[in-house]
Every structure is written in C-alpha cells, then in structure tokens.
C-alpha cells in the first residue's frame, strides 16, 4: 500500500480546506507518488529509472514558482522528463486540488527547515 504525507494540521495555510487537500493528496497517490515519493522529494520507486530525476516538490526552487506554472506541469507536463501532463485524467478542479497537496508539501518542509 503506498501512502502520502499525511495533512499536517500545524502547517495549513489559512482558509485550506481540508477535504480539497486530502482529494489532492488521494490524487497524488495515485498519479504522482511512484516518481515524486511520499514526501515529495522526488525520491519514488520509479525515480531511479529516470533521467533526469524526478523534481524535489519541496525546494525552495519549486515552492518559489507560481500557481500557474506548477498547474501547467501537472495539466501539460514538462518537456524532456518523463512528466507527462495529467489534463486527459484530471478536472481543472483535481489538478487544482494536486497543486494545493503539493503547496503543503512544500509548507511541511519549510516549516521543518527552519525549526532545525
């Protein structure tokens, strides 16, 4: 059984709604955890096999580009990686809610980054 990072409560940005982060995060299970891994990090089963590696989705670097552009990898992919776009699988309400479980990805790191 695969399994995500779990919604940390102590991280949530103001106004998340829970259920939209859990169906974003049941989502990335599914389509993104074999390459991203549990945590993001780009550190999944399928990573090794890839060239170049799976993105780190907890970098600052990621965390740092806007809502557009992580939605436009998610819906359209990214040219010359094996991530390919999720537009034929997802609602733009999935793919929203993938890219909010992907935001708090990158809320846990930095959080736990700055308390070390």
């Known amino acids: 059984m695969r399994v995500a990072q779990t919604i940390d409560f102590d991280v949530l940005e103001q106004g ?11 989502y990335y299970v599914q389509l993104c955890l074999p390459c991203h891994g549990a945590s993001g990090r780009g ?16 970098r600052r670097r990621t965390r740092g580009r806007s809502d557009e552009a992580l939605r436009a990898a998610i819906s359209d992919g990214i040219a010359g990686t094996a991530m390919r776009g999720w ?14 479980y992907t935001r708090h990805l990158g809320r846990i790191e930095s959080v736990r980054a700055a308390s070390r």
Do not use: F, H, K, N
């Not at 829970?18 to 049941?26: H, N, Q, T, V, Y």
């Not at 550190?43 to 907890?58: K, Q, S």
């Open 16 to 26: 998340a709604s829970i259920a939209d982060l859990e169906r974003g995060r049941s």
């Open 43 to 58: 550190d999944g089963e399928w990573a090794y096999r890839m060239t170049p590696r799976p993105a780190d989705l907890t």
């Open 87 to 100: 537009e034929d699988r997802l609602s733009e309400t999935q793919i929203r809610q993938v890219l909010g």
